[in-house]
């Protein structure tokens, strides 16, 4: 197996702070940004999806002091981060909305993104808006738990990390909203069967 000093290829709890940190950080964005922008785009769109995936691997960049493989996998480290900027993407816009809303002369939604578009049509099939509604519908954080889990593939002690919380709080949210989903969307439930 190929090594570089403090990261062979597919290591899960690389040193970041090695004097080869540079190296060992490419392979690690070479790895890990496909996934994350995946999750990323299905949670805030393409448009968003790029600029977060940047702005998380900046960040881990800049916190790689930080990270102690000794406590976790780094793919969690870097999908906490991610979900960390995506809260505060929704908390921005939030803010522009009511800003815009409050000043009358802006529009209330921002403008679509023709990408945006295409994506919505090719996916209505898979229909798109029931899966909206139904994880709409859901509180807060049972839809992360549910998203991390599906979306990014992460497993619940994955999703633990992630959040912070006890992996046995991550299974009783999975396991909550499977109930949930049997009640008020059994196709959905199905495919979310599938996924976790």
């Not at 519908?137 to 999703?159: G, H, I, K, M, Q």
Request: glycine content about 6%; charged content about 30%.
């Amino acid at each position: 197996m190929e090594a570089i000093t403090g990261m062979a290829v597919g290591d899960a709890r690389p040193d970041l702070t090695g004097d080869d940190a540079a190296v060992v950080f490419t392979r690690l964005f070479d790895s890990h940004a496909d996934g994350i922008h995946r999750y990323l785009t299905r949670r805030a769109g393409p448009a968003a999806a790029d600029d977060l995936v940047a702005e998380t691997f900046v960040a881990a960049w800049a916190g790689r002091v930080g990270y102690d493989p000794a406590r976790a996998d780094v793919r969690p480290w870097l999908f906490g981060i991610a979900t960390n900027l995506l809260r505060a993407h929704w908390r921005e816009e939030t803010r522009s909305l009511r800003l815009a809303a409050r000043v009358g002369d802006q529009p209330l939604e921002p403008p679509e993104d023709p990408d945006d578009t295409a994506i919505r049509r090719a996916d209505a099939d898979a229909d798109v808006r029931g899966l909206a509604a139904a994880l709409s519908d859901l509180p807060a954080a049972d839809r992360e738990v549910l998203l991390l889990t599906a979306w990014a593939e992460l497993t619940a002690v994955e999703v633990a990390e992630v959040l912070g919380i006890p992996a046995g709080t991550v299974r009783s949210r999975l396991h909550r909203v499977r109930r949930t989903l049997r009640a008020t969307a059994p196709a959905l439930a199905a495919r979310v069967e599938e996924t976790t």
